[in-house]
Each structure stands twice: as C-alpha cells, then as structure tokens.
C-alpha cells in the first residue's frame, strides 16, 4: 500500500465509498464523511484494528456501518460489547435505530441472567449480540466456544488492561474472530501497546486530529477557583502537620532501606505512583524485617487515612468527610483507631464550622445553577454516598434532580430504574441529573448543555469522557470545574496535562487511511498514487481487494515463451502496471487477450475453472511481485463496480 496525497484523497473518495444494503436509514445518519473512511478500513480485511475517535463523533454508526457490511458478506455471529449495561442498551438502541434488522437479529445480553443467556446463545436467528464483559467471560467459563464469534467489538476499548475481563476475552477470542477495539481516550503510548497486546491488535489506528475537531463543536472551559478564608486556612494548616506527623514514621522507617533515595524526606502529596512505589517498599520490607514492616505499614495506614479525610473534606462536602472519620472509632484496625482519637478535636472543630456556613463547593454549585438556569445540566460526583447529601440541598434550593449510578450499586438503583432515568434525561423530562463514573463513558443525551465537575476526577480519560458528553448538538456547550484547595487543583491540572499529552501521542498513531509503518514496497511506479478499495466483496470464501481497469492486453515472446502483458488503471487515472501472464494454449491466450478495456480486481488466489464467457475479470497480484498466473483470472461479480467512475478517472488522466 501506498499513501496518497490528502489533495488526492478528497478529490477522488467519492468514487470508492463504501457500498451500503438497502437496510441502513441512510437518513438518520449524521453525515460525515470520515465514518466511511473509517468503516472502510475496518472492513479491509481480517486484521485485527484499534482505532481511535473522538468523543461525540459517532463512533457507534461506524459500528453499524462495520456490521451491515459484514452481514452482508456473510458473517453469522456478531458480539458488541461495552463496560456498563446503560452504554450496551443504548448501542442496541442505536443499532434498531440505524439500521433495519429482522425480529431475533439483535439481542441485548447485558441484562439477562443466567439461564436466559445460555438460550439466547442457542437462538440461532440471533446475530448481533450486545453485552457487557463480564456475562460474556462467565459464559464462556461454563462452556460457550470461544469459536461462536466470527467478529467482536471491544467498546471504550482503553480498559483493556490489567485484570479487566476484556483482557480475557482478547487472548479467548481473538484466534477465531476478527477483533475491533475503539476509544476516544486511548490513553499513554505504553497503555496502548498493554491494550494493542491484551487484544492482539494489528495497531490502533486514527483519523488526523484536525479532522476530527473539525467536526466537533466548541466547549467552553470554566474554572471556578475558591480560595480558602481563614477558617479553612487554619484547618487545611493543621491537616497536614498531622499528616506530615504519620509521614516523618513511615519514612524513618522506609528510609532504610531506600538505597535508591527516591522517597521524600518531607511530606508531599502522594500521587498514585508515590502510593505504589511507597507500597513495594512495604512489600520488600516484609521479607526482611517483620517488625519494620508493622511500622511502616501502621504509618502508611495512617497517612492514606488522613490525606482521604482531608480529600472529603475539601473536595466533597462536610457530611461525607465526617462519616469517614466517625467510621475510624470502629474501624478494626490499629491505624484507624489512632486516627480517631489523636484528631478528634480537629473533628469537633470542623463539625462547629458545618453548622455555621454551607460549604464552599456546593454555595458555588447553587451559582452555576442559577446561570444556567434554562439548560439541562449533569453534575459528576466521585462517590455514590455523595449524590444523596447534594441531591438534600438540590431540594432545599428548589431544585428537581435524578441520579445515575452502576450497576454495582443495584441495592441503591434498580436496573429498571436506570433505565427509565436514562431515557427520561434523554428526552429532557426533568433537566438536573447526578452521576457517578457511568455517566461519563459513552451515553449519548442530545439536549445536554452544561457539565458540572462537582468533584474533580481522578483520571484524565474520566475526564477527557466526561467533556465527550456535552458539544454534540450545538456551539454553546460549558464545562464547569469548580476548584477548591491543592487536591482539586492537584487533579484537575494533572489530567488537563494529561489530556494534551494524550492528543499529543494521537499525532503519533498511524493515519487510518493507510499506516506509514505498514506501507509495503511495490514493483509499481513510484508515481503511482493508490489506496485501498472501500469495496471488499467475500468470493468463495476469499476476499476481493481492489478493482483496475484494463488499458491494453499485448502477446509478447519472451526467452521462447509466449507471456501476455496487461497494462492496467485504476480509477484515480493514473498507469498502474505492467504485468505479465504466462500463455499456453493459443485458446486460452485469446480469452485473455478479450480483457482488453474491462474491469479487473485484485483479490485472493481461486481457480481458473471459475472463468466463463463474462465481459469483466478478477486477478490476483503481490505487490511485491510483477507476475501473475493466469489461474489467478476470473470472473468479477456482478454489481460490485462502476463503469462510469472508470470513464470519469481516464478523463482526468487524460
């Protein structure tokens, strides 16, 4: 393969778009160019792809797209699965919206138990199946083949590593099926290589990113910075002299043993790589020293506790935060109990202060409330024992709102609940809705105007997710981060610089066009500009790859032997090659010669008895190589080209 010029490849895509079944609602599509694009490269061939694309964009058309066209060719079992039950029903959703399937096609997995899953399996009109990753592991741990798949799509394909079940499914599935990762947030360069392996995918592949944020709408970013008054002043002061109280034990202790000086010896903010590399030290002490490690494991206990209070109490409400320290005074272990007791004061001190001011983030949240009053709003929340303190002052205000939470939380929100909550926010029934994580990857509400970061996220692509939901329907979309002490803004600058590093490491990932790293090298000229065809057809059993037309046929000797040479074209106008055939039979070499202005293709090896008296003909060629067989001629299927595109591209050549 080739690149082509960008000039090029706009000029001249029209004519190799992908062909669609008369079942697709042509239009209830958003029309975008690009979701061709990308449908064609997924269906090119059986490689396994990862493909990134931003959020809002439609990533779930290109995944209807992608099936319609393997429907059509033949596959039986398709398996569409994503990370929460809400994102599975609204593919299904999208799936009967875009597309028309006939009664048993489409079954939606994610909710069933057991049992019904196991006959569902068995129905044999069923072929695309949509489920979370979990039912599918335990499914196939009590007997589902691994080879029931021919095609499988890994939805917010980013959680692909460590022990997520999507790293089962890749090393299950991935030698019988032909695997489709997608994420808008692929993450850093040595997390996509951990998905790439745990997936076993080719490469993950994008769209320049000019592209894409030439079709999304602008967000606006607000930052609302509340600064400390002396009050809280004073008790984020006291916080962490006691912290760095709990710190100076556990270092003394670690201290020791780090040969490598790479533990502070003052009390910083712990990040999440400090907390891991601070627990391997831990991990090591253990097998040395037992007692050493009962000091600076009660240490670090402590440490964690106290930067975890400090953090409700900053960056959640009051409520939360005194339900963690009360929970000390009966927590079973040593640490806690020390904790309780050595800061109870601080406590007491702090619950004087609740009484007698609202807290600073919600007083902020009533005032983005209030200008924002006409829009449909969602406000992301950490923790699920914090939407129902906020939802108590959302009342209190005036204010009508709803929640959505995970699955995991079934005992709070039913499935059914779920539902009706999702589908009600959708349709802009009420316009105040709470969530937690699942709210933030993949649903799709077209009236949603405003976010509200009521908790800073922990993550850069929670975040980067979270912005994905707003900036859909319209230009005047608002992100609102409300910012207050060192752990919000700790958070919310760290994955801001993630975020931009991120889009810097998408620069890097190979066009989805065509890859720079898996450009072959060809016998064919150099100014030949020539890409993969969008239309890949399934002919017994081998796949169809790209189509030229035939400018001349000449018989020629070479060293005794008569060869035949083709000179072909293909629809961007330009001469593609000069290819010889060997010719045996004077017959058979008039056949060939009969070509002579008719449509090729380029697919896969199939036999010469194949070849009848039809007007078109199909060869099969290695770029690598200028010979060809002429067992490797047959016949082209009928309706799988053009002959006015032909006639349109000699023009332009000429």
């Known amino acids: 393969m080739v690149r082509i010029s960008r000039y090029a490849r706009e000029q001249m895509y029209s004519l190799f778009s992908p062909s669609f079944s008369p079942k697709v609602y042509h239009d209830r599509l958003q029309k975008r160019s690009v979701q061709e694009k990308i449908v064609h490269f997924l269906t090119f061939d059986q490689n396994n792809y990862g493909f990134v694309f931003a959020t809002s964009l439609g990533k779930t058309i290109i995944d209807v797209l992608v099936t319609d066209i393997l429907l059509e060719r033949g596959v039986k079992k398709i398996l569409v699965t994503a990370p929460s039950v809400e994102l599975c029903r609204q593919i299904y959703g999208d799936f009967s919206y875009y597309r028309q399937f006939d009664k048993g096609e489409l079954v939606m997995m994610a909710a069933l138990n057991s049992q019904k899953r196991q006959n569902a399996w068995r129905d044999e009109t069923a072929r695309v199946y949509f489920t979370t990753p979990q039912n599918v592991v335990n499914d196939i741990r009590k007997g589902l083949s691994s ?85 809280w002043q004073e008790i984020w002061d006291l916080m962490k002299v006691r912290a760095n109280h709990y710190y100076t034990e556990l270092f003394e202790t670690i201290s020791k043993y780090d040969r490598n000086d ?35 494991a009660h240490a670090f206990s402590l440490v964690q506790k106290m930067a975890r209070w400090a953090k409700y109490l900053f960056s959640e409400n009051f409520e939360i935060a005194a339900r963690h320290f009360t929970a000390q005074e009966k927590d079973k272990s040593k640490s806690g109990k020390r904790l309780y007791k050595e800061n109870l004061d601080l406590h007491k001190e702090i619950t004087s202060l609740s009484k007698k001011i609202i807290h600073p983030k919600l007083s902020q949240l009533e005032k983005i409330l209030g200008e924002n009053a006409d829009n449909q709003i969602m406000i992301f929340q950490n923790y699920v024992e914090s939407i129902s303190i906020v939802q108590k002052y959302l009342l209190k205000w005036g204010y009508t709102s709803k929640f959505l939470i995970g699955k995991s939380h079934s005992k709070i929100q039913k499935a059914k609940e779920t539902i009706l909550v999702a589908s009600q926010f959708k349709r802009r029934e009420f316009n105040l809705l709470q969530a937690t994580q699942v709210g933030m990857e993949g649903l799709h509400f077209p009236y949603l105007d405003t976010i509200v970061f009521l908790s800073i996220l922990e993550t850069s692509e929670s975040m980067l997710q979270a912005y994905g939901r707003i900036g859909r329907t319209k230009g005047t979309d608002a992100a609102y981060a409300i910012l207050f002490g ?106 060939y ?37 002429k067992s490797d001629i047959i016949v082209c299927p009928e309706g799988c080209y053009n002959l006015s595109d032909y006639k349109k591209a000699k023009k332009r050549s000429a």
């Not at 080879?147 to 590593?161: L, R």
């Not at 898996?518 to 239309?535: G, I, Q, W």
């Not at 046929?553 to 330009?574: A, E, Q, T």
């Not at 293709?601 to 194949?610: A, M, N, Q, T």
Request: aromatic share 12%; hydrophobic share 35%; charged share 30%.
């Open 486 to 591: 060192e752990f919000d803004n700790a958070f919310y600058y760290a994955n801001q610089s993630k975020i931009l590093k991120m889009f810097d490491g998408i620069k890097n990932i190979p066009d989805i066009y065509v890859s720079k790293s898996r450009v072959a090298k060809t016998d064919l000229p150099k100014r030949k500009n020539k890409f993969m065809s969008s239309e890949v057809y399934n002919l017994n059993g081998r796949l169809i790859r790209e189509r030229f037309f035939v400018e001349d046929v000449r018989k020629m000797n070479f060293d005794g032997r008569i060869k035949l040479l083709f000179r072909l074209r293909d629809k961007s106008g330009y001469i593609s090659a000069l290819i010889s055939i060997a010719g045996d039979k004077v017959s058979e070499i008039k056949k």
């Open 262 to 296: 790479q533990f502070n010896e003052k009390f910083t903010y712990l990040s999440q790589k400090d907390n891991l590399a601070i627990g391997k030290m831990i991990n090591y002490i253990k097998q040395v020293d037992y007692i050493d490690f009962g000091r600076s």
């Open 593 to 629: 010669m009969s070509f002579q202005g008719r449509v090729v293709i380029v697919s896969g090896s199939v036999s010469v008895k194949e070849v009848s008296t039809s007007k078109t003909a199909c060869v099969d060629i290695e770029y690598t190589k200028s010979r060809i067989r």
């Open 147 to 231: 080879d029931y798949f021919q095609v499988v799509f890994f939805d917010e394909a980013h959680h692909g590593v460590g022990d997520y079940e999507y790293v089962f499914l890749g090393e299950r599935l991935y030698r019988h099926a032909k695997i489709i990762a997608q994420t808008a947030t692929p993450g850093s360069k040595v997390k996509r290589e951990e998905v790439k392996k745990a997936l076993h995918l080719k490469d993950w592949y994008s769209v320049p990113l000019p592209e894409q944020f030439s079709w999304q709408m602008p967000i606006s970013q607000v930052e609302r910075q509340i600064k400390l008054n002396s009050n």
